[in-house]
């Protein structure tokens, strides 16, 4: 591939400033049972390049399913005359230099087992068993399994001598059970929708406490039927990691994208409530909020080494006890804003331009167990699994919803929730945050579903975090 790319920026002969080419080749398949009965069973592969052009200071793009010579310098000059054109309605000029600086090495995914080590029949054979054990009871009306897998292989090669390799291997597992008694529906999977969502190989399909996680979701799912009611009040809220991982993502996530902030992405996914004169100043949330952006934990779904326009990606800290100090923005959007951003261009695809993504976005361990945070709680509820989310377009007021809950009395976990929610704005949330729980309580979770951009990009992302204590949380029941 690099003799060939080589090449082709060898012979692209165009009065530019810079040019890059992003090649990507995707192989994935899907495995889903419902119900002990295979629904799908699909493998795909798609390959192409991504042309990139800087002229005068503007950025024109062009994609092409061959890597043909002709093909790539036809996608290359599409890409000059649409920089040129795009030139009288220019917002920021960029330096090729500065925004595309040259950079060589690689990154390949953590793995114990390939991906192609079981078949699909073998896969189908454990998903299929996974629906049988979760049907506990009668009273589970339904179930479902699925297993997800995808290798990315990406060559980037510049102008200027960059060349950066990267391949990825990632395997998704979803379970869950719905169970019914009359009028009265609960469900419950295995940490949300499709949250286990990693880098690695087939190792993480069956991991040691598989089947008495499958048994547990099975029981509470009948548990939820004849469970109270969570009630509606003002009280302290408990959050476990599969929770924490949609609330970092809401309400930090996508608040913090420079694009957001700049207003490119007012007219489709929204804005922020962050303002570029906030980083350095605002105080976001308590002093024991610390978020990082973390391309290096291994396994993670979103670990990389390098963005797609070939930054290198390291560890930083977006907010620091409490303080915001970066945004999540490309090289060309921390020039464009006058903001410290992170290496987070990246694009769902080779027909896609990369653009500001949020990638590993972890909440830090703090100091205490789980037994602490909960230990002075005289009343309190313990929620985990978020099942359903809405929230406005300036990330500032949301409302989330969980599948399981328990009531917190005088420092233990009691009787079982059902429809447990909570609401809060994105400021007042942060602050009543009172305790963080320690690395025993830290779990990673991920979705290969976070969405923005026109046209659309669908893109993998990865959130960790601790148990973590709210102080005075709305919280309220299915029929509040």
Request: net charge negative; glycine share 10%.
């Amino acid at each position: 591939m690099w003799s060939e790319l080589t090449k082709a920026i060898a012979h692209i002969n165009l009065p530019a400033d810079w040019l890059g080419i992003r090649v990507v080749k995707d192989t994935s398949a899907h495995h889903s049972v419902r119900d002990g009965l295979p629904q799908r069973n699909g493998k795909s592969v798609t390959t192409g390049a991504m042309l990139e052009v800087m002229v005068d200071g503007c950025i024109g793009y062009a994609a092409t399913n061959s890597l043909q010579l002709t093909s790539l310098q036809n996608a290359a000059k599409k890409a000059y005359q649409q920089a040129i054109t795009a030139k009288q309605w220019w917002i920021h000029p960029f330096q090729a230099r500065s925004e595309r600086p040259k950079v060589v090495g690689e990154y390949v995914s953590p793995f114990v087992e390939p991906l192609n080590s079981l078949s699909a029949g073998e896969i189908n054979h454990l998903l299929v068993r996974i629906c049988q054990s979760l049907k506990v009871s009668e009273q589970i009306v339904k179930t479902t399994a699925g297993a997800n897998t995808g290798e990315r292989e990406t060559w980037f090669v510049s102008s200027n001598g960059s060349e950066v390799y990267q391949k990825f291997l990632f395997l998704s597992t979803h379970y869950g059970a719905i169970a019914q008694d009359g009028a009265i529906v609960q469900q419950r999977t295995n940490n949300g929708w499709e949250a286990n969502y990693f880098q690695g190989g087939m190792e993480l399909l069956q991991p040691e406490n598989l089947w008495q996680r499958v048994q547990r979701i099975g029981e509470e799912a009948v548990e939820l039927l004849t469970a109270e009611e969570c009630p509606t009040t003002r009280t302290n809220l408990v959050l476990a990691p599969d929770q924490m991982m949609l609330q970092i993502h809401e309400s930090v996530g996508h608040p913090l994208e420079l694009d957001r902030i700049l207003g490119d992405e007012r007219n489709y996914a929204g804005g922020s409530f962050v303002n570029k004169s906030d980083f350095g100043v605002l105080v976001y949330g308590s002093p024991l909020m610390n978020i990082t952006f973390d391309p290096t934990v291994s396994g993670e779904s979103a670990s990389y080494g390098y963005d797609d326009t070939g930054a290198v990606a390291t560890r930083e800290y977006l907010i620091k006890e409490g303080l915001l100090l970066r945004g999540l923005g490309s090289l060309e959007s921390q020039k464009r804003a006058g903001v410290p951003g992170v290496a987070c261009a990246r694009a769902c695809s080779w027909n896609r331009p990369a653009i500001d993504r949020m990638a590993n976005l972890n909440l830090e361990p703090g100091k205490a167990s789980f037994e602490e945070i909960i230990a002075d709680i005289e009343h309190g509820v313990y929620m985990e699994s978020n099942r359903s989310w809405s929230i406005d377009d300036r990330r500032y007021k949301f409302q989330f919803g969980c599948e399981y809950a328990k009531l917190i009395e005088n420092g233990k976990l009691t009787k079982t929730l059902r429809n447990p929610n909570y609401r809060a704005t994105t400021p007042e949330f942060w602050h009543s945050l009172t305790k963080v729980g320690n690395s025993s309580t830290w779990e990673m979770y991920g979705t290969p579903y976070c969405g923005k951009g026109e046209p659309n990009q669908a893109i993998w992302v990865g959130h960790g975090s601790p148990v973590c204590q709210f102080a005075n949380v709305e919280v309220f029941g299915g029929g509040a």
